[in-house]
């Protein structure tokens, strides 16, 4: 596993923990962000180990979804729940009347977990690189 993989699922896990913190506090809109954070962190970790790297968390997101959920090589409701999160975490950041619940905070911070446990799972595998299957100047 390449370093910069490791320190990427290794800031996920914090990000995870920051939302468990967070979130016993009752402090949901900051723990739905940690919890984005940390899919997406681990999102960024699985497209790196295949030399894949975006600025912005759309191509991310696209990217995750065109070569992992969309190919079947992640079970794409992981995707979803990265989509998911992002919308959350919008609304905990910039939404002033919308109030996300500790049980629906909680629940997604279950999916979180599950999400990365996923990617580790993935990434020490031993499972081929994607890059052969990349069209050209997908990059």
Same mark, same amino acid.
């Given at each position: ?21 967070? !979130? ?6 900051? %723990?739905? =962000?940690?919890? /984005? /954070?940390?899919?997406? /962190? &681990? #999102? ?7 030399? !894949?790297? *975006? %600025?912005?968390? %759309? =191509? $991310?997101? #696209?990217?995750? &979804?065109? +070569? *992992? ?9 992981? +995707?979803?729940?990265?989509?998911? #999160? ?5 609304? &905990?950041?910039?939404? *002033?009347? $919308?109030?996300?619940? $500790?049980?629906? $905070?909680? #629940?997604? !911070?279950?999916?979180? +977990?599950?999400?990365? &446990?996923?990617?580790?799972? /993935?990434?020490?595998? =031993? ?6 299957? !990349?069209?050209?100047?997908?990059e």
């Amino acid at each position: 596993m390449k370093e910069e993989t490791r320190l990427l699922l290794e800031k996920a896990e914090r990000a995870l923990q920051a939302a468990q913190t967070l !979130l016993d506090t009752g402090d949901t809109e900051f %723990s739905a =962000g940690r919890v /984005y /954070y940390a899919m997406l /962190y &681990g #999102a960024q970790a699985l497209l790196r180990e295949n030399d !894949l790297q *975006f %600025s912005k968390h %759309s =191509g $991310v997101h #696209a990217a995750f &979804g065109q +070569h *992992f959920a969309k190919t079947g090589v992640i079970d794409p409701k992981y +995707h979803r729940w990265l989509l998911d #999160a992002f919308d959350e975490r919008l609304q &905990g950041d910039y939404g *002033f009347q $919308v109030r996300l619940t $500790v049980e629906a $905070v909680a #629940a997604r !911070l279950e999916q979180a +977990h599950e999400f990365l &446990g996923e990617i580790k799972r /993935y990434l020490e595998g =031993g499972h081929q690189p994607i890059r052969e299957d !990349l069209p050209e100047g997908e990059e």
